[in-house]
């Protein structure tokens, strides 16, 4: 079993940053695909970014690209979400994942790719 804590949610006035932390358990840390996705109200949970296992590869969903940055650090068991000019329409709860790949597949968009989740953290951006 691999538990996931979130933390970093808060309110943000449009334009602001915020960074998310997941830090992770039980599992060696560098043997997992780690990814951010978010709810927002009313909506499916929808892919934002993923990472491989050293962080060499990164993948990110079209509303994040130029504004979000994922990375890891393997030491402290900790994936980042970094989240620069945010708008209104990123508001949502934020979920980091986990997941183990059986190749060497690592980009890992869909909700079905993850094993493991967090709690998620909440977001809001104020226009």
């Known amino acids: 079993q691999v538990q996931l804590v979130e933390s970093g949610g808060g309110l943000v006035q449009a334009g602001g940053s915020l960074r998310l932390s997941c830090v992770a358990s039980?599992?060696?840390?560098?043997?997992?695909?780690m990814g951010w996705f978010r709810q927002a109200p009313g909506k499916e949970r929808e892919f934002v970014a993923v990472i491989s296992w050293g962080g060499g590869n990164k993948d990110y969903a079209d509303p994040g690209k130029g504004r979000f940055t994922i990375s890891r650090d393997n030491y402290r068991n900790t994936v980042f979400l970094e989240m620069n000019n945010l708008k209104p329409e990123d508001t949502a709860v934020y979920y980091c994942a986990a997941g183990v790949s059986p190749g060497r597949r690592w980009e890992f968009t869909d909700n079905s790719d993850y094993d493991y989740w967090g709690q998620g953290t909440q977001v809001t951006v104020s226009s």
């Open positions: 039980g599992r060696p840390f560098g043997s997992l695909i």
